[in-house]
């Protein structure tokens, strides 16, 4: 059974770095996409980066440059992380990853696409 199990967020402060893994269980897909959405109660759930099973990846406008996603593709769990540099108080929220194991199609940044969610793990940055 496939499960998402993210881990790595924590308190920063303004400027700093942090990285967040998913560990994907059980993922036998060749073709996928994985993503990083996050949520806050003012915003929503957002899209960050997404990243396609050959490495292609994408960035929401207001974190390009400062996050770079990546996958590690392992014998038996595949690892998304992402790293987050030059962190801003507005990058304040549940960081959730996500994943899909069509052929042919990568949701993108679009939620609804995905099929199989973690249960996040919180990032606070503070000034």
């Known amino acids: 059974q496939v499960r998402l199990a993210e881990s790595g967020g924590g308190s920063v402060q303004a400027g700093g770095s942090l990285r967040v893994s998913c560990v994907a269980s059980?993922?036998?897909?060749?073709?996928?996409?994985m993503a990083w959405f996050r949520q806050t109660p003012e915003k929503g759930r957002e899209g960050v980066a997404f990243?396609?099973?050959?490495?292609?990846?994408?960035?929401a406008d207001s974190v390009k440059g400062r996050f770079t996603i990546s996958l590690d593709k392992g014998n038996a769990d595949t690892t998304l992380y992402l790293q987050m540099n030059s962190l801003e108080l507005e990058d304040t929220a549940m960081y959730y990853c996500?994943?899909?194991?069509?052929?042919?199609?990568?949701?993108?940044?679009?939620?609804?696409?995905?099929?199989?969610w973690g249960r996040g793990t919180q990032v606070t940055v503070s000034s």
């Open positions: 996500a994943a899909y194991n069509g052929r042919g199609y990568c949701p993108g940044l679009n939620r609804s696409g995905y099929n199989y």
């Open positions: 990243i396609g099973s050959g490495g292609n990846a994408r960035y």
């Open positions: 059980a993922w036998t897909s060749t073709s996928y996409c």
